[in-house]
């Protein structure tokens, strides 16, 4: 918790100091009423006052009541002011770590525990600074001079009152113990209804189609249910406060007026005013002790919930990323990708993904990569833009180990394209010109990424065009269209070296065909790295390489491979007729 506070900036703490100072006064004020309560119950019992006196004394208590009012107002809004702060700060903070964060890191959370821990947990600590600032401070302040106040005034309502504060000290104990445990439960369960929502929402065609939505009823009602359950003993339990407070303040008050009553029945006539006056003052002040507890109480309560917020918001801060970031800001030769006897395997896992990959893909060459599922070809292009660093050997863009390149760099030089089209919602346009570009992005340039990306056929049908609003993850687009949007989003920004992970799965073979010819014409300066699936995308490539569980077992143009490889051949047959791969090898079989 105080680990976070850190990300307080020096106004904050200041506004904070401006806190300590007006509840300083507020308390001050507050334990100055009793006193004028005294002397208007001395004045009003002794024989010759004057009315003037007593309205005097009275004036003074509501000075101290308005100017008590004042100082929790300023309070209120500073301690507000703060809370709000470092939530913000938090926020950002938690956001940042995240986007720093490699494939490795970012499996360790799930996106609904990231977006709780951003949100819920975030409101969690803010509340308790809030209240807080006011109540923490303020407490032990009120307490401790209301403790020096009545001191010594009488053993008898000491004792009183000090019994009543060891057992609410008790409850309070007891309470935390029985609820502290389940604060963390909550969170998590929080956690995973808003996973089961989120896969609700993004999964409702699937759901719909298979007639699936009594069972996601069902599943969300069991994470509903669990929720609420646990909540419900979490506030039943801290319900019990607020009776055991009532019955404890009631009780003590009735003790001190009992107590004194049997002391003033004891006392002569003179003696019976100043115990009366003391009893009045008394009775204030012990109620004043027990109203910073509770205070205290009404952190204790939010303290445990806010507590496991924080660890769960350090778990994210904490975490240590293994993609340590370069210095290298330029390479010494220009759109270049080498692999060198590249070994790879996930953290978690004992067994290699690839083994000993070399290659070498030379500015303006199309390299492309093909092999059964789980073979490794897009772990392998990953390694390029450092998704994930090689567990042994190199790889090398324009001549420099990606290790040694600063993150913004390397990525200028990329041109990704991801196995799964990612559409941000907003205007076509915002989704072209997306992210940073060493050159501007002008709307020339986009109708020209369109063009090439076979997009712009179908964008201009669209109301506004290029400004067409693109709902989440493109929604209001084929999985097709999606595509090409993404295809041009990379063809705008004009890199050196261009990934598609798999980029022409959704595309028809029309519209295949006329989208890789634009591109050859148009990327003939550019090195192209494509994974696919379709011998069609790819025969065109300067090289293909083949690979199989991890290891390349063959490499050479398509001709080449259909006379050498048997595992290329069997995925063209698999494909192509037998007499299109013989006419397609030159006729040799």
């Known amino acids: 918790m105080f680990k976070l506070l850190k990300n307080l900036s020096k106004k904050e703490l200041l506004f904070a100091f401006i806190c300590v100072i007006f509840i300083s006064i507020n308390v001050y004020l507050e334990l100055k009423i009793p006193d004028y309560m005294s002397q208007i119950t001395i004045l009003v019992q002794t024989e010759g006052s004057k009315m003037s006196e007593i309205l005097k004394e009275g004036g003074f208590m509501i000075l101290c009541a308005f100017g008590s009012l004042i100082a929790s107002f300023v309070v209120g809004y500073f301690a507000s002011h703060v809370a709000s702060c470092f939530g913000k700060v938090t926020r950002a903070k938690v956001f940042e770590k995240v986007n720093q964060f490699g494939l490795e890191e970012i499996k360790n959370f799930s996106t609904s525990s990231l977006i709780t821990r951003t949100t819920n947990d975030v409101s969690q600590i803010q509340m308790l600074i809030a209240m807080g600032l006011q109540a923490i401070i303020k407490a032990p302040i009120m307490a401790t001079w209301a403790i020096i106040k009545i001191s010594g005034k009488n053993f008898a309502w000491s004792l009183a009152t000090f019994t009543a504060v060891v057992i609410l000290l008790i409850t309070i104990i007891i309470l935390m113990r029985l609820v502290f445990p389940k604060f963390k439960i909550v969170q998590k369960l929080t956690d995973n209804l808003n996973r089961i929502t989120r896969e609700n929402l993004t999964g409702i065609r699937v759901i719909r189609a298979f007639n699936a939505e009594d069972y996601q009823q069902k599943k969300f009602e069991k994470a509903n249910d669990e929720l609420k359950n646990t909540q419900l003993f979490n506030q039943k339990v801290m319900g019990l406060l607020s009776p055991v407070m009532s019955l404890v303040m009631s009780s003590l008050s009735l003790s001190i007026y009992f107590i004194g009553a049997l002391l003033i029945n004891k006392a002569n006539m003179l003696d019976k005013i100043t115990l009366f006056s003391d009893m ?84 303006g060459e199309t390299i492309a990569f093909i092999g059964s599922t789980g073979s490794g070809k897009s772990t392998l292009i990953n390694l390029v833009p450092r998704f994930y660093d090689v567990t042994e050997g190199e790889v090398l863009v324009d001549g420099i180990n990606v290790k040694d390149y600063k993150t913004k760099d390397l990525n200028d030089k990329l041109g990704y394209v991801s196995q799964k089209a990612v559409i941000f919602r907003g205007t076509v346009r915002d989704n072209i010109a997306y992210g940073h570009s060493k050159e501007k992005i002008t709307t020339k340039k986009i109708e020209e990424a369109l063009q090439i990306a076979e997009a712009d056929s179908f964008v201009n049908k669209l109301p506004n065009k290029i400004d067409y609003d693109l709902a989440q993850s493109g929604t209001n687009l084929s999985g097709g269209q999606k595509q090409r949007i993404a295809i041009a989003r990379a063809i705008a920004k004009n890199p050196e070296i261009y990934i598609f992970d798999d980029s022409f799965s959704a595309l028809d073979y029309k519209t295949d065909a006329n989208l890789r010819k634009n591109l050859k014409s148009y990327t003939k300066d550019a090195t192209s790295l494509i994974v696919a699936q379709r011998i069609g ?31 290329y051949k069997e995925i063209a047959l698999s494909q192509l007729s037998e007499e299109e791969v013989e006419k397609e090898m030159g006729g040799n079989k």
Do not use: W
């Not at 204790?300 to 919930?305: D, M, N, T």
């Open 280 to 363: 009045v003052v008394f009775s204030s002040y012990a109620m004043q002790v027990l109203m910073s507890f509770m205070m205290l109480i009404m952190i204790f309560v939010l303290l445990p919930r806010a507590s496991v917020s924080a660890k769960r918001i350090l778990e994210v801060l904490d975490t240590k990323e293994h993609i340590k970031e370069g210095n290298v800001t330029k390479g010494i030769e220009v759109g270049t990708v080498e692999f060198k006897n590249v070994s790879f395997r996930y953290p978690d896992a004992e067994e290699y993904v690839l083994e000993n990959i070399s290659f070498k893909a030379n500015k």
């Open 537 to 567: 995308t790819i025969k065109n490539a300067d090289k293909i390489l083949v690979l199989d569980e991890g290891k390349l077992v063959g490499i050479g143009t398509h001709q080449e491979l259909l006379k050498n490889c048997k595992i």
